[in-house]
């Protein structure tokens, strides 16, 4: 099985209880319910022990909509926002999925680097090659013609 699909796979089936989700995150259970109630977010089903467990993904959710709302927005408002989040990181994912011919480390104690873009040709013809770069002076484009 392939890295992609272990990663999905632990997000969906680990799961952790209410109550470690409320002591870790600092969320009580009773507002972890009332989100429930209100449809932010839902618990793995689990019929025998009655305990509510979520997944991790959800932790994730949770964990964000935490952090909005110590931020000052609402609940709607933090859980629209994570809904922008998770559209904007799939379009992202699926940008640079294949948008990339190499990463090439130039400090791996600092995360600095440079990704090879590819070339790219203007609506004018010219062809130009394209690097993203990370480095001590922040991030940003390399153009060489």
Known sequence: MESKKILHNVFQNVEVGIGEVSKV????????????????????ADDKSGVRRYNLSTLYLIVFIKEQLDKGFTLAAAFERSRDVRVKSKIARKFFEHSFNDVKITNSDK?????DLGDF???????YHFKGVVDERGRYVKIDE
Not at 32 to 44: A, D, M, N, S, T
Not at 111 to 115: K, N, P
Not at 121 to 127: A, I, L, P, S, V
């Open 25 to 44: 995150v600092g969320v009580s259970q009773r507002q972890l319910r009332y989100w429930e109630e209100k449809g932010y977010i839902k618990p793995v």
């Open 121 to 127: 040709q203007t609506q004018d013809g010219k062809m």
């Open 111 to 115: 995360a600095y680097g440079e990704i």
